[in-house]
C-alpha cells in the first residue's frame, strides 16, 4: 500500500533553514506527481509546491516563491523540500503527499512532520 | 483569503443530508472539472474523499457524492453519521497552480 513518511521538522529562529524529507515506498514513485502542503496550527490546508516524475515541472506558491525549493530522487523514492528565510508564518504542519495520476492534486497523504519557527 | 469559498461550518442530524458548496472566481468553467474533496479528522492528515468532481476512490462511503456548478463545485454528505464529524477542503487549479478552500467544519448534532 501507499505510505509516505516525512521527516525533518524541528524548531527554528527566524532566518533560519531547514530540509524536510519525505520517503515514499508502496508504488511506482517516479510515475507521480508529488506535492507538499502545510497546515498553520488551528488553520487550513495551504497548498506549497509540486514537482513533476522526471523534476522537469515544479510550481510554487507565491508565499514561498523564492525561497523553498523541491527536489526528488527517484533512485531513492524520497522527495524534499528546502527551506530558507524561515519566518514565524512558515510555523507549520508539512505534508509530503502523492498527486492523483497525471494530475496536480493529491491523493494519499503522509502523517506530517512539525515545523516551528520561533525566536 | 482562499481563492476557493466553503462556508465555515455546517451540521446535520443523523440520517440527514448535507451539501457543502465550493466557489470559485475562476470565469473559465473548466477550472472546477477536477474539483478534489477531502476529509480531515482532528489530528489526522486528510484523506481523499472525491476527485475530479464525482469520483470516489476505493474504500469512500457512497455516502458521499460529488456535482459540479458553473463557478464551482459541491460534496454531498447523505445519511449522516458520527464519523462524518471533520473538516472537509475542497481542491482545483488555478493556472497551474493548486488551491485549498478554507474548509468546512460539519458538526453532527
Known amino acids: 500500500q501507499v505510505q509516505l513518511a516525512e521527516s525533518g521538522g524541528k524548531w527554528v529562529t527566524p532566518g533560519g533553514s531547514m530540509r524536510l524529507s519525505c520517503a515514499a515506498s508502496?508504488?511506482?514513485?517516479?510515475?507521480?506527481?508529488m506535492t507538499w502542503i502545510r497546515q498553520a496550527p488551528g488553520k487550513g490546508l495551504e497548498w506549497i509546491s509540486y514537482?513533476?516524475?522526471?523534476?522537469?515541472?515544479?510550481n510554487y506558491a507565491d508565499s514561498v516563491r523564492g525561497r523553498f525549493t523541491i527536489s526528488r530522487d527517484n533512485a531513492k523514492n524520497e522527495l524534499y523540500l528546502e527551506m530558507n528565510s524561515l519566518t514565524v508564518d512558515d510555523t507549520a504542519k508539512y505534508y509530503c503527499?502523492?498527486?492523483?495520476?497525471?494530475?496536480?492534486?493529491?491523493?494519499?497523504w503522509g502523517q506530517g512532520t512539525l515545523v516551528t519557527v520561533s525566536s | 483569503q482562499s481563492a476557493l469559498t466553503q462556508p465555515a461550518s455546517m451540521s446535520g442530524s443523523p440520517g440527514q443530508s448535507i451539501t457543502i458548496s465550493c466557489t470559485g472566481t475562476?470565469?473559465?468553467?473548466?477550472?472546477?472539472?477536477?474539483v478534489s474533496w477531502y476529509q480531515q479528522r482532528p489530528g489526522k492528515p486528510p484523506r481523499i474523499i472525491m476527485y475530479?468532481?464525482?469520483k470516489r476512490p476505493s474504500g469512500v462511503s457512497n455516502r458521499f457524492s460529488g456535482s459540479k456548478s458553473a463557478n464551482g463545485a459541491s460534496l454531498t454528505i447523505s445519511g449522516l453519521q458520527a464519523e462524518d464529524e471533520a473538516d472537509y477542503y475542497c481542491?482545483?487549479?488555478?493556472?497551474?497552480?493548486?488551491?485549498f478552500g478554507g474548509g468546512t467544519k460539519v458538526t453532527v448534532l
Open positions: 503527499a502523492r498527486n492523483v495520476r497525471g494530475q496536480l492534486v493529491p491523493d494519499y
Open positions: 475562476s470565469p473559465h468553467s473548466g477550472t472546477y472539472n477536477l
Open positions: 514537482i513533476g516524475g522526471d523534476s522537469y515541472y515544479t
Open positions: 475530479e468532481v464525482d
Open positions: 508502496g508504488f511506482s514513485f517516479s510515475d507521480y506527481y
Open positions: 481542491c482545483a487549479y488555478l493556472g497551474r497552480s493548486v488551491v
